[in-house]
Each structure stands twice: as structure tokens, then as C-alpha cells.
């Protein structure tokens, strides 16, 4: 991996991490939002409810991307980037720029998500 390469998966992490940031504070607000709000009928509140949970299911889920996120800019500081955490070969990097916060190579992803029997 070529030190450009690096820049260019540092800044797309650095920029996902934004993304993130921003969308889990938006939905944070929107659950706030729905304790405070008046309920006009019995439809309504179903659909608030609704709401809520939906909330809470992605900010759930920002919260392990955001992880796996922090770990990939530390593993780039420490200049571990890049490598599969389960069998140290180099994760490519069209998959890196695809997915940069990879643990895995694609073959070792692929087994690890293969149904076991
Ligand atoms: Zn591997």
C-alpha cells in the first residue's frame, strides 16, 4: 500500500466518522423529540413508537461501525493498517477503499460468514 493509498483511506474513514456522528446525534434528537411531543390519538402514538425504535436501531448500529472505525484510524497511527486480523495477509486494497474499516481479508470474511453446519 502506497502512502497516497494511506491518505486516501484516512480521510475516507476520518469523513465516514462525520457521517456518523451526524446521523447518530439527528436520531438522538428525533428520540427526544417523541418523548416530549404531544400525542394526539391512539394511531399516532403507534406511529411514534415506530419511530423511536427505528431510532434506536441505527444509532445502535452507528455505535459498532463507529468502533470498527476508531480502531482502523488507530491501527493506521500505529501503521498496523491493512493487514488480516486472522490470517496477516494484506487486506486489498479495492476492498479497503470499499469497506476501510476491514478486519478481514476477503477469503477469511467469506468463511467467517459461511453458515456452520
Ligand atoms: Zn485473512
Do not use: H
Amino acid at each position: 500500500m502506497t502512502k497516497k493509498d494511506l491518505t486516501i483511506i484516512r480521510n475516507l474513514l476520518i469523513q465516514r466518522k462525520a457521517e456518523f456522528l451526524n446521523k447518530v446525534k439527528t436520531a438522538k434528537r428525533n428520540i427526544s423529540n417523541g418523548f416530549t411531543e404531544e400525542v394526539g390519538d391512539e394511531i399516532d402514538a403507534a406511529v411514534q413508537n415506530k419511530d423511536k425504535e427505528m431510532s434506536f436501531e441505527i444509532a445502535a448500529n452507528d455505535q459498532i461501525i463507529m468502533e470498527e472505525i476508531n480502531e482502523a484510524l488507530g491501527k493506521l497511527e500505529k501503521g498496523a493498517y491493512g493487514a488480516c486480523e486472522c490470517c496477516g495477509e494484506a487486506i486489498t486494497i479495492q476492498r479497503l477503499k470499499a469497506i476501510p474499516w476491514s478486519r478481514y481479508c476477503i477469503k477469511c470474511q467469506q468463511e467467517a460468514e459461511r453458515p456452520k453446519r
